[in-house]
């Protein structure tokens, strides 16, 4: 499926807003699995969502009620819209696929873009 790219991040005080865009080739997003991850320093990565058009989203716990992960089919991206940020939410977030249509946690993850900080802070 090709690199991914993503985009969008930046820096805003706790309780803000932003979304994440992460582009694809080809059909990538609507043939899929795709996730976002994030990274801190000093931490391991960590799965923050997960969604393919065959299956209803999943979210790690302590994103639940305030991200949201979509699939814009036309555009070929995947977007994560991100509410109500934390000060423990500031990581690197990157995007990666699955080479299959439903999600599966022992299956690898590739494509790995180079990331989109986010930083939540007073």
């Known amino acids: 499926q090709g690199q991914l790219m993503e985009s969008g991040g930046g820096s805003v005080q706790p309780g803000g807003s932003l979304t994440l865009s992460c582009t694809a080739s080809?059909?990538?997003?609507?043939?899929?699995?795709m996730g976002w991850f994030r990274q801190a320093p000093g931490k391991e990565r960590e799965r923050v969502a997960t969604?393919?058009?065959?299956?209803?989203?999943s979210y790690e716990d302590s994103v639940k009620g305030r991200f949201t992960i979509s699939l814009y089919y036309a555009k070929n991206t995947l977007y994560l819209q991100m509410n109500n940020l934390k000060t423990d939410d500031t990581s690197m977030y990157s995007c990666?696929?699955?080479?299959?249509?439903?999600?599966?946690?022992?299956?690898?993850?590739?494509?790995w873009g180079r990331g989109t900080q986010v930083t939540a802070a007073s």
């Open positions: 969604s393919t058009r065959l299956d209803t989203p």
């Open positions: 080809g059909n990538t997003v609507r043939r899929n699995c």
């Open positions: 990666a696929a699955q080479n299959r249509a439903v999600c599966a946690p022992s299956d690898p993850w590739t494509g």
